[in-house]
């Protein structure tokens, strides 16, 4: 079974900066294209940001575009996001996904159709 932990969050004031993790288990991580989520009140769970594998590709939506960084480290199966010049509309839940390809954030299918469990996700809340 696919275990995705996020881990990170906090409280910050407008300006100031967080790194989240992604830790991730139950399948082959190097070789998955993953992606990051956020979700805040009132709306729906949107990705904002992708990386291929050995990070050949990273994708990022206008909104968190030279403001937030994803990376990932292989060898410990996980994933990050540095997020800078946080601003009070970046407040959500962020969580990490495997995606079956970078664009259009889908996620991905495991074998057999089983379905992966989000995990918890980790909050963010940048006062203003």
């Known amino acids: 079974q696919v275990y995705l932990v996020e881990s990170g969050g906090g409280l910050v004031e407008t300006g100031g900066s967080l790194r989240l993790s992604c830790t991730v288990s139950?399948?082959?991580?190097?070789?998955?294209?993953m992606g990051w989520f956020r979700q805040a009140p009132g709306k729906f769970r949107l990705g904002f940001s992708c990386?291929?594998?050995?990070?050949?590709?990273?994708g990022y939506a206008d909104s968190v575009r030279g403001r937030f960084t994803s990376s990932r480290d292989d060898a410990k199966n996980t994933l990050y996001l540095q997020m800078d010049n946080l601003k009070p509309e970046d407040t959500a839940t962020y969580y990490c996904?495997?995606?079956?390809?970078?664009?259009?954030?889908?996620?991905?299918?495991?074998?057999?159709?089983?379905?992966?469990?989000w995990g918890q996700g980790t909050q963010v809340t940048v006062s203003s």
């Open positions: 139950g399948l082959l991580f190097g070789e998955t294209t």
């Open positions: 990386i291929t594998p050995k990070g050949a590709v990273i």
């Open positions: 996904a495997p995606l079956r390809r970078c664009s259009g954030y889908e996620l991905l299918k495991m074998p057999g159709g089983r379905p992966f469990d």
